[in-house]
């Protein structure tokens, strides 16, 4: 991933609050409409900036739309340590139940993503390598804890599962996939998959 | 659900060749342009019949998408009977992996139906609780075997699980969720959290 892995150029010509304020309008397109409906044209409009001012800054829309989402930190994923496995996989779809409308977005990012390469990648390094690294960090810790073994087969299937029980939720329970359910899972999926002897 | 889960109307007016004929043109525009772009129009077109015969014969757009699904038996699940759970879910899996294409027909049809209530309910109703019927028949069997445990917590969350192989791999890993990686996945997962003791 070329693309997205280069250092973000520098943004001198634009202060936190206004890149904050082209975020928020980007977010705000996307909930309205989805991301193929969404235009550099569209969030020029939305935050009283210029198109010429955009492509200066994120150079393509999926690059604009990864960073609004970085910045966003959808169901945020910092002080996740409560000192056990369990707290934290608690903990953590807790806040993953209370972000529906994160999830809205993301959903139709991740499905344009799956016919846009540049997206794709770009979506990638902003969101989901992050949330695979808090992942990874949470159970690092639980292996140092001995909760789990170093070696456990089911330590990288960590995100599939979580993923799982979102999706599945809608697709199968046709039910939207809330703390309550999303705690049954730990429980009865996720838990004995990491900790099996 | 009641739309989807009245009687479907006799077809006294098309033979099963001729129907079959028409599914075929609506999988081949979905493969195509995806489920927003297919028109009755287009269905018609493609398939040198009429928009009249086509909304007499299924009313409307998702329940003609939701018949061609259901027609068209996306990675076939007859037969899956081998004796054992693990044998049974490797080869489940084995057919997801060779069904790729068929996977990007259904992902582009349950996407449309997270904004299209009729849409949801025929998906759900022509492809989803059929396949949940399979996966429960094949834990029932595995449970009278005396595999699993018939209060299994996890028995229920199987489709969950699986949906998670399959969207974990391309949007954590961007890879194709192939038959090798969801045999690991069976391994590592998904027979820990169903033979829990």
Known sequence: MPSTSQPRPRRTRLTPEREGELYEAVLTLLREG???ALTMEGVAARSRSSKAT???QWGTKPRLVAEA???HRPFGLDNLDTGSLRGDLIELVGRIGRAKKDFEVLGTVAYA???DEE???ALHAALVQPMVD???AMTDRAVARGEVAPDAPALPLLPHLLMGAQVGRK???RREPDAGFLTCFV???VLPALTQT
């Open 34 to 36: 989805g991301y193929d």
């Open 134 to 136: 808090v992942l990874r």
């Open 119 to 121: 997206l794709a990648a």
């Open 113 to 115: 993503a799956r016919q």
């Open 171 to 173: 697709l199968v329970d």
């Open 187 to 189: 429980d009865a999926v």
């Open 54 to 56: 955009l492509y200066r």
């Open 69 to 71: 989402l970085r910045h």
